[in-house]
């Protein structure tokens, strides 16, 4: 019997100066159980270690949704799963926690984390599929929900991992598609609209005060624009040809939001919004309890004209008056928080 040759030691990957810069560098936050305080550390300092992400208004949602042993809960967009472990620590014994997301790439990930730590299919029943569907989910549900929470922003994970080109902070594939299995990437969206298109998209997904501007700029670009590096350069020159005076402060706040808007456009998600909105009473259980966070004006408006329509209806018996804000705390602690707005809506007691 021979022995097997030991396998040759692999090295890390090297990187220029004191802290990596690159995602696929940052070994340490990308394996957090062996390195838990090196991430500690790096969380600490306000930032979210790379391949991770930081749940949001935890507190606040656990506030109003009341979630307690025995309860059927919906997390509608799964995530890295930080509200979904709340959430399963708070309803059981007896309780089941529904859990879906769109992301082919993430969504295993998460769910091995939660199987890891107890979690099993009598549990936690996860699905991949889009929110705007989860009617299908009631009947197994048993007829409906005693808490729903939607979190519409981006994940942390998807944001800085320059393959998904969801930033313009790095090199990467033109690609901002929350389900990279379905649907035509932001470059193939780019190539085919109209200057005035792209205008519209930006100013109405985004509010961008120049858009106009930057969509001239992008569809004046003597090549197809097919990565986030290229993107990001034709809206620097474009701003900068209009006003070289601009401070960088403002030409990120335009790459900002000209990426968030082309994001909301490739995943159409204003529309998948509308449906969820519009399904979401029925899949309450009477009394039960929904929170949605979400991340911008577009969002924010949609969600509080909906949830006061059904207020109007009688199908909710009482909804947010005012949007729920992080703390100043977590707003320091993690700055991506800072934009959020949390509202919340009680389904009547009566069926309609």
């Not at 991992?161 to 090199?171: D, H, I, L, S, V």
């Not at 990467?172 to 470059?187: F, K, Q, S, T």
Request: include cysteine; proline fraction near 7%; hydrophobic fraction near 40%.
């Amino acid at each position: 019997m021979t022995e097997e040759a030991p396998k040759p030691h692999k090295r890390r990957v090297r990187y220029l100066g004191k802290n990596p810069r690159r995602f696929d560098q940052k070994y340490k936050e990308l394996d957090p159980a062996k390195y838990a305080g090196d991430v500690a550390h790096i969380i600490a300092k306000g930032l979210t270690p790379a391949g991770t992400h930081r749940p949001i208004c935890v507190k606040e949602i656990l506030e109003v949704l009341r979630p307690a042993p025995g309860a059927v809960c919906l997390d509608a967009t799964l995530g890295y799963g930080g509200h979904a472990k709340e959430l399963l620590a708070r309803i059981l014994p007896g309780g089941k926690l529904f859990a879906v997301d769109v992301d082919p790439l993430e969504l295993p990930k998460t769910e091995a984390r939660l199987r890891a730590l107890g979690y099993g299919e009598k549990v936690l029943i996860v699905r991949k599929m889009n929110f705007a569907g989860i009617a299908a989910l009631a009947p197994e549900a048993g007829g409906g929900f005693d808490c729903v929470l939607a979190d519409l922003g981006v994940s942390s994970m998807q944001l800085d991992n320059p393959e998904r080109g969801f930033t313009y902070k790095a090199e990467g594939p033109l690609d901002l598609r929350l389900n990279p299995e379905r649907g035509r990437p932001a470059a193939e969206l780019l190539r085919s609209v109209s200057a005035a298109a792209l205008e519209k998209i930006l100013f109405e997904y985004a509010d961008e005060p120049y858009a106009r501007i930057i969509a001239l700029a992008v569809k004046d670009s003597p090549l197809p624009i097919r990565t986030t590096a290229e993107l990001a350069a034709a809206v620097r020159s474009g701003l900068k040809k209009a006003d070289g005076k601009l401070e960088e402060d403002v030409v990120k706040k335009s790459l900002q939001r000209t990426f968030m808007a082309l994001r909301i456009a490739v995943n159409e998600e204003l529309s998948v919004l509308d449906r969820f909105l519009e399904i979401l009473p029925w899949c309450l259980r009477p009394g039960g309890r929904a929170a949605i966070l979400s991340f911008h004006s577009g969002e924010d408006r949609r969600v509080k004209k909906a949830f006061l329509r059904g207020e109007a209806a009688g199908v909710y018996s009482s909804v947010a008056a005012s949007p729920i804000r992080p703390s100043s705390e977590e707003r320091h602690s993690n700055p991506r928080s800072a934009c959020a707005k949390l509202r919340w809506a009680i389904r009547s007691d009566q069926q309609n």
